[in-house]
């Protein structure tokens, strides 16, 4: 009996995640040396990368890739060096909420109410397995898009109402009127996906630019850093559609989309540098943005869209092939 209990939570996505969270919350917390926290989380890792595994829907294999395989990883990976939004958090409800959810702890009113706890506590997990288990479970047939649009609508709609709830949270903005972007550092900086942008600056980015500014200078230093994380951005997007289509080999489509866009952004940089230095008058916010959001959109197309639509795949019966066996 125990043995079929054990096995049967090693077969549920949910237990595992809980699980892997509560040993970095427990037992990494407790060791004192980075590197020592790095290495003994690449369990946790590990099984992350399988979870996405466990869906057979493209929807929530891409959700889960994208939330729990890249963006609460990081969060981890920032955790050993004590850093990070999952480093101010004092117990574990905090912790599993934080490094999953895009929210972040306020540091106010440390004191978590007893009564709020276990409703929440037990609610957040029941919800969310209720809505993957129709899908998992039983394979009903949603479309693909129909499942897309009501889990986008769920997250952005929901998203901010628990927040307003759980005041002990804010949530983190995942988008800032992308379409008023000026050029590509304000479009990728400050608009668009601002959640993986953050992580990737913390993890990636000022890591990389200070280990630079001693040896190459300050200007180099920027240009390295920022390719390298756009590089970094793209690796982990072709994972996501790694997921999303079944384990397709990788065209790398994606990956270069986002080292031209690093490319450009350097382009851009050094333009806006020697605009300045001749005293040129600034180009109108209205072009910018039309110039800005057209590249944007024609790169986005030519090299995410046609990949995804050439190789489109919902559903895969990974299920029947070992992962609950």
């Known amino acids: 009996m125990k043995e079929e209990t054990f096995l049967s939570s090693i077969n549920n996505p949910l237990a595992l995640l809980l699980a892997s969270l509560a040993y970095s919350h427990i037992f990494i917390a407790r060791i004192t040396k980075p590197i020592l926290r790095v290495i003994s989380l690449v ?14 829907s493209s929807f929530l294999r891409g959700l889960v890739s994208f939330f729990i395989t890249w963006i609460t990883s990081f969060k981890l990976l920032l955790f050993c060096f004590k850093k990070g939004p999952v480093f101010d958090c004092k117990n574990y409800f905090d912790f599993v909420l934080v490094s999953i959810f895009p929210i972040k702890f306020k540091g106010t009113n440390q004191h978590l109410d007893p009564f709020l706890a276990p409703k929440l506590g037990f609610l957040l997990p029941i919800l969310t397995y209720s809505c993957i288990y129709r899908d998992l479970y039983e394979y009903k047939p949603f479309s ?13 709609t929901c998203g901010p109402g628990l927040a307003r709830v759980v005041s002990r949270y804010e949530l983190v903005p995942l988008f800032n009127h992308p379409y008023l972007a000026t050029s590509l550092h304000d479009f990728w900086g400050r608009r668009w996906n601002r959640l993986s942008s953050s992580i990737l600056r913390h993890t990636i ?13 300050v200007g180099p230093a920027k240009v390295v850093a920022l390719i390298t994380t756009l590089v970094v951005s793209g690796i982990m997007h072709e994972l996501m559609f790694y997921y999303i289509t079944c384990g397709l080999t990788p065209s790398w489509e994606m990956t270069w989309f986002f080292v ?3 490319l450009c952004m350097a382009f851009e940089s050094i333009f806006k540098y020697l605009a300045r230095a001749r005293g040129w008058s600034p180009v109108h916010s209205a072009i910018s943005r039309l110039l800005t959001l057209g590249f944007v ?3 986005f197309y030519r090299l995410l869209v046609l990949p995804v639509l050439r190789s489109a795949q919902n559903d895969c019966n990974l299920l029947d092939k070992g992962l609950r066996s």
């Open 43 to 56: 369990p946790v890792f590990y099984i992350f990368t399988i979870l996405p595994w466990y869906f057979s």
């Open 144 to 156: 693909g898009v129909s499942i897309m649009i009501l889990g986008f609508y769920s997250l952005w």
């Open 205 to 217: 980015h000022d890591p990389t630019k200070n280990a630079l500014l001693g040896i190459v200078g």
């Open 260 to 262: 031209l866009h690093g």
């Open 297 to 299: 959109l024609a790169t």
